[in-house]
């Protein structure tokens, strides 16, 4: 009964872990906002055209971060991103012997920063006149 009751509780033990386990990408879901979709440069170059209209913008595109509206009635919106990603790697070592262990863990992180700018001026009757786009990475 005793090895059976021991059974139980290991078994128990292994599922509990495994259910509570999440995956990496899992992880970086949970981190995203679900209202705001990503900008990039090819959706940029994919889905602007001269002429469009303010709301086919919005909906390519979403909000802009800036508007603005000059002297002659051109109105300019402005999306600024920034976006940084991290990498972490751990590595562990370990050797244990019946009277004590030996144990190296080492580990190394990475970051890159990703920016993008675009910048679209609507002519006095709300269409795309031009648009322009920056990106960088470092």
């Given at each position: 009964?005793n ?7 290991l078994?128990?033990?292994i ?6 386990c ?16 990503e ?15 303010g709301?086919e ?27 940084t ?5 751990e ?9 004590g262990g ?11 920063q990703?920016?993008?700018t675009v ?7 709300g269409?795309v ?10």
């Amino acid at each position: 009964m005793n090895a059976r009751l021991m059974l139980v509780i290991l078994v128990s033990a292994i599922a509990i872990i495994f259910i509570s386990c999440k995956s990496a990408e899992d992880n970086r879901q949970d981190l995203r906002s679900t209202q705001e979709r990503e900008i990039t440069a090819g959706i940029v170059k994919k889905e602007i055209r001269k002429g469009m209209s303010g709301a086919e913008v919005a909906e390519a595109l979403g909000s802009p971060n800036i508007t603005t509206k000059d002297e002659q009635e051109w109105e300019t919106w402005i999306y600024d991103k920034i976006a940084t990603e991290a990498s972490y790697s751990e590595s562990q070592n370990s050797l244990f012997l019946i009277l004590g262990g030996i144990s190296n863990k080492s580990g190394a992180v990475s970051t890159t920063q990703r920016t993008l700018t675009v910048i679209i001026k609507f002519d006095p009757n709300g269409k795309v006149a031009s648009y322009s786009y920056h990106t960088s990475k470092f």
